[in-house]
């Protein structure tokens, strides 16, 4: 057992544990909207950092990747840590001002309003990832994935076509934090083959 | 003349032993004639694009045509960049060293009259010296050469890089020899260590500890390691590494197989952005003519010692040069960061230890064992030892490629040799370490350029890119620039980066258009807190940089924008008006014809009149104007 300290409190851990495994395993709360215990963390939405500290030196880390260590000293609260969640937040809230799910819980964590304007009312994915990841790691399909990079990074199909590798398995809709894949669903499955030709016919 | 091989004049077998190498290397020195006359164009990429290569060819038809009562016929060669690039096409004729400056097509004949034939200099074409008004004859005279010291850059602008025998004429491959023939790979990283090079790219990691790190790595996980090289540059101003790519590459291979050597690697990448087609071209070469001479392959001088290396192409993404996900790249994923938690001198490359240096760090490692690390050590200043290759833009007068030792200040750099800013006026701020880095203000100008010199400065070395600004540029606009940039450039996987850019740059943007509050810089800050803090790679974390030195260190100039609705360096176009003085406007009307909006008005001979409803700032009338006459306000 590795043993270190999160919020100067004495915990424990297994080797090869996350800082948020272990955080969860002694009921320190530590927000996250990409993390998901089916699939292996990618440290996307940077909502789960937390402040390392020794002595004079400290660093900011994504909990759900870093792996415990003997010894070390976590804090989950500091000001660093509620600057990062609360800028986040807002950033959020401005993005995805559909998705109920994003407004609880940035309110959870005091943050009720946002010094940004939306850019559309209608959105509700923040392209976390954890869909195509999902599709790809547990399903083994990769129907989905992200395409694009930067600013017009989005999830969709190969080459933005409705795509028949999808079986409507729902685990994408299942993971998804947001309640976006609700709406994308369809478009990158499309009409399945039958119901299309009923349709034109 | 870019044919595989052609290069390989001397009829060579494979070299078996270093002391073979070392007996061809002298054979070659033998056969060069050191009175021949050499005429050597710069096949840089800027010269080319200013028409080297027609001059080349002009050179070749001409000397071929040309009466020339000479023992031995002129030769002529080109090379890779001279670093004077504002003043391409450059032209040396050796061994007199006579320098030519914007040679043209039209200019070779009379090269070769007064020059080849008769022995005179062409006056007109010789470098002007801006202060004393003097023509400068030979290259080694012009302060822009004379103040740097070419350590790195040595080769380059002297060898044919598409031809391996002129390289290893001039001492290639001498450092490999020595290793294989001599050195442990235990010795080879006490070398490096003990010469405390840092890496070129920019964060300045120890260079042999990095090895080092790696070889205790090894020692756990075994092998196979790999070996690769980081030739994406890619900041806006930055051509340190294609420079050494096109004029030396050799320089770099050299000091991948002495990396691959040290660590017993057997394969080795070299990550090169396909925007650079010259330098993975002369990349390919010296790989090819390496492998004849059996420098690189199975079995290498037949040490034992085998490795060969490819050539990967960077698809066009700047975040490529970032270390993980350039091995995602290599390793046909899309180029994402990883979260880098473990190193990659222990989990890199497909997961195996890897030892990822960039290009410029690559050249420096033959220099290093060939002639040892303390020499190397003894260049710089103690923390950070050796040279450093600049490339000086923006609003400077010598424009071009420049090596100086670490700890020489930036004034030095920007006015000794770039000899300062066009008409006299004193820089603003000079950007150091393109879009991840910050600036540094004229009065902080003594400030030595070194790794921690720099990062105290709030600014970082970077890979090298220097962009100096004078009091034309707004700082505003300038870290909105580099906003968009990485804006177009992130991965978009982390949402502090693809998020928190975006509204940074749309701040920006407000202040540019006069709206925004003490507040808003307040946020401004705060976010870029948050955004170092929380972004998942180095892309992130360091682009708040220029905003947060510009903020820091011309928050008046922020200010002006919103308090006095005044962009105080002219540039924001909602902020500004053109007007033209009546008293210095002759009536010419060449404003008038050019303005693409039609609204200066007024009679011939008569002072003209800008339309400030209908004019959409673009600032063409001033451009245009030969007497001064349109001003901003």
């Given at each position: ?201 | ?39 050597v164009v710069c096949h840089g990429?800027?010269c ?29 060669k080109t090379t890779g960049c001279q670093g004077f ?5 450059l032209v040396l004729?050796r061994?007199?060293?006579?320098f ?39 290259e ?5 050469y004379?103040?740097?010291?070419r350590?790195?850059l040595h080769n380059i602008g002297k060898i044919d890089p ?8 001039a ?72 420079t050494?790519?096109e004029g030396d ?151 071009g490629l420049?090596e ?230």
């Open positions: 057992m590795i043993q270190f300290t999160i919020n100067d409190q004495q915990v424990e851990a297994q080797h090869g544990w996350t800082i948020l495994e272990a955080a969860r395993e002694h009921g320190i709360d530590i927000p996250t909207l990409c993390y998901h215990e089916a699939v292996a963390p990618s440290g996307a939405c940077r909502l789960c950092m937390v402040e390392l500290k020794d002595g004079n030196w400290s660093k900011l880390v994504a909990s759900c990747i870093y792996p415990v260590a003997e010894g070390i000293h976590v804090y989950t609260e500091t000001e660093r840590v509620h600057n990062v969640r609360r800028w986040i937040f807002e950033m959020l809230l401005a993005t995805c001002p559909a998705s109920p799910e994003i407004s609880a819980l940035a309110e959870r964590y005091g943050v009720t309003s946002t010094r940004f304007s939306a850019a559309d009312p209608d959105r509700t994915c923040m392209v976390c990832g954890l869909c195509s990841r999902v599709c790809e790691e547990v399903v083994g399909l990769s129907a989905i994935a992200t395409v694009d990079r930067g600013v017009y990074k989005r999830v969709g199909a190969p080459f933005s076509r409705p795509t028949d590798v999808c079986v409507a398995c729902g685990c994408c809709l299942s993971v998804c934090p947001t309640g976006a894949m609700q709406s994308l669903f369809d478009t990158v499955r499309g009409i399945p083959a039958t119901i299309m030709t009923q349709l034109t016919a | 003349m870019y044919s595989l091989n052609s290069a390989l004049r001397v009829d060579t077998p494979r070299l078996d032993s270093a002391e073979a190498l070392n007996a061809y290397r002298e054979n070659l020195i033998a056969g060069q004639d050191p009175n021949q006359t050499l005429v990429t800027g080319m694009a200013n028409g080297s290569n027609r001059v080349t060819a002009a050179f070749q038809n001409a000397i071929e045509g040309a009466d020339i009562k000479a023992k031995v016929m002129p030769g002529i690039c504002s003043r391409g096409p004729i061994p007199q060293g006579l030519y400056q914007r040679v043209k097509e039209k200019d070779v004949e009379e090269i070769i009259q007064r020059t080849l034939i008769e022995g005179q200099p062409v006056e007109r074409l010789l470098y002007k010296d801006p202060q004393t008004g003097k023509r400068i004859h030979t080694q005279e012009i302060p822009f004379k103040l740097q010291e350590v790195v598409t031809d391996i025998t002129d390289a290893i004429a001492g290639a491959y001498r450092a490999l020899a020595k290793a294989l023939s001599g050195m442990t790979l235990e010795q080879v990283v006490s070398e490096v260590e003990q010469s405390g090079l840092r890496g070129r790219g920019g964060a300045g990691f120890p260079t042999g500890r990095k090895w080092r790190s790696a070889m205790a790595a090894i020692e756990k996980k075994g092998r196979p390691v790999y070996v690769v090289v980081n030739g994406d540059e890619g900041d806006p101003g930055a051509f340190m590494d294609r050494i790519m590459p050799h320089s770099v291979l050299e000091g991948l197989i002495l990396g691959a050597y040290a660590l017993g690697a057997e394969q080795g990448y070299l990550y090169v952005r396909a925007e650079y087609p010259l330098a993975i071209q002369h990349l390919e070469i010296a790989m090819a003519q390496a492998r004849e001479l059996g420098l690189l392959g199975e079995n290498i001088l037949n040490s034992g010692f085998s490795f060969d290396a490819r050539i990967n192409r960077g698809a066009g993404a700047f975040v490529c040069g970032e270390s993980t996900a350039l091995f995602t790249s290599i390793e046909g994923k899309p180029g994402n960061p990883r979260p880098k938690y473990t190193r990659s001198v222990e989990e890199g490359l497909w997961g195996r230890p890897t030892i990822l240096n960039n290009v410029e760090t690559w050249a420096n490692v033959p220099l290093i064992i060939d002639k040892g690390g303390d020499w190397y050590a003894g260049l710089g200043v103690p923390h950070s030892t050796g040279t450093k290759v600049f490339s000086l833009v923006g609003k400077v007068n010598n424009v420049v100086v030792p670490m700890g020489v200040p930036v004034s030095h750099i920007v006015e000794a040799i770039g000899g300062g800013v066009p008409g006299g006026a004193p820089f603003k701020a000079v950007q150091t370490g393109g879009p991840s880095g910050g600036c540094i203000p004229y009065h902080l100008k003594e400030t030595p350029v070194d790794f921690d010199s720099l990062t105290k400065a709030g600014s970082m070395m970077g890979s090298g890119a220097m962009i100096v600004m004078d009091d034309s540029d707004c700082v505003v606009d300038v870290a909105r620039y580099f906003l968009r940039f990485l804006e177009e450039e992130s991965c978009g996987k982390c949402l502090p980066c693809r998020l928190g850019l975006t509204r940074m740059r749309e701040m920006l943007d407000a202040f540019s258009k006069g709206v925004g509050t003490e507040r808003d810089i307040e946020d401004l800050i705060s976010l870029s807190q948050a955004i170092q803090d929380g972004a998942l790679c180095a892309l992130g974390s360091s682009a708040p940089n220029p905003v947060l030195t510009t903020i820091n260190y011309f928050r008046d100039e922020y200010r002006a924008h919103f308090s006095d609705h005044k962009c105080p360096a002219g540039v924001c176009k909602d902020l500004i008006t053109f007007s033209i003085d009546p008293d210095a406007c002759t009536g010419c009307r060449s404003c008038a014809r050019q303005c693409p909006n039609n609204c200066i008005s007024g009679e011939k001979k008569q002072p003209h009149v800008i339309d400030a409803n209908q004019c959409i700032r673009c600032g063409i009338c001033k451009e245009t104007c030969k007497f001064d006459a349109v001003r901003v306000s």
